[in-house]
T-cell receptor, first 118, second 110 residues
Framework: GAVVSQHPSRVICKSGTSVKIECRSL??????MFWYRQFPKKSLMLMAT?????????EQGVEKDKFLINHASLTLSTLTVTSAHPEDSSFYIC??????????????FGPGTRLTVL | GQNIDQPTEMTATEGAIVQINCTYQ??????LFWYQQHAGEAPTFLSY????GLEEKGRFSSFLSRSKGYSYLLLKELQMKDSASYLC???????????FGKGTKLSVIP
């Protein structure tokens, strides 16, 4: 149990286009979902926290108009990178927290999405 | 604020024991996680400590001292497949957010 999927796993796009990444909790309801970004050889940096049905809370320095997050249901959150630029190329990982966690604040991670902006 | 420190890289021999340390300074504390991450993949859960002491799970053990802001992950009987990055992450008080350290890249050599 507690499986989180992400789609797509890899995406290459042209500069200026928008890319949508989906994060789904497959066998549990995720009350909270988190979006992280990881640059090569760096650790995970939290971008935003989203609760179902409410606006996401963005970390300092993360542009909410550039990284649009929608958490419309208890099993789906989406991250849209708008007007992507080469510096947005990174590994984006989502995680989900739900009532089925063995530990109350445990997060279950998706497999990540590798975004390359040309 | 949150500050988490762990060594950048470590090398150990197959079959040996290795200890990866993590020190943290956080505003409040609600548990410490250790994750394993292979290159290009998502982190996978290894252990969780919220009380002082040692948690053992097979070849992996994790220790916590809240008064010292210190934890370690102990890996026994190292295998080549244990080569990965090991991330220390702390959950702050009243928060479900995790703050990650920069990770320790472990290389297991024959």
């Amino acid at each position: 149990g507690a499986v989180v999927s992400q789609h797509p796993s890899r995406v290459i796009c042209k500069s200026g286009t928008s890319v949508k990444i989906e994060c789904r909790s497959l066998d549990f309801q995720a009350t909270t979902m988190f979006w992280y970004r990881q640059f090569p050889k760096k650790s995970l940096m939290l971008m935003a926290t989203s609760n179902e049905g409410s606006k996401a809370t963005y970390e300092q320095g993360v542009e909410k108009d550039k990284f649009l997050i929608n958490h419309a249901s208890l099993t789906l959150s989406t991250l849209t990178v708008t007007s992507a630029h080469p510096e947005d190329s990174s590994f984006y990982i989502c995680s989900a927290r739900g009532a089925s966690g063995r530990i109350d604040n445990e997060q279950f991670f998706g497999p990540g999405t590798r975004l390359t902006v040309l | 604020g949150q500050n988490i420190d762990q060594p950048t890289e470590m090398t150990a021999t197959e079959g040996a024991i290795v200890q990866i340390n993590c020190t943290y300074q956080t505003s409040g504390f609600n548990g410490l996680f250790w994750y394993q991450q292979h290159a290009g993949e998502a982190p996978t859960f290894l252990s969780y400590n919220v009380l002082d002491g040692l948690e053992e799970k097979g070849r992996f053990s994790s220790f916590l001292s809240r008064s010292k802001g210190y934890s370690y992950l102990l890996l026994k009987e190292l295998q080549m497949k244990d080569s990965a990055s090991y991330l220390c992450a702390v959950s702050g008080a009243g928060s479900y957010q995790l703050t990650f350290g920069k990770g320790t890249k472990l290389s297991v050599i024959p």
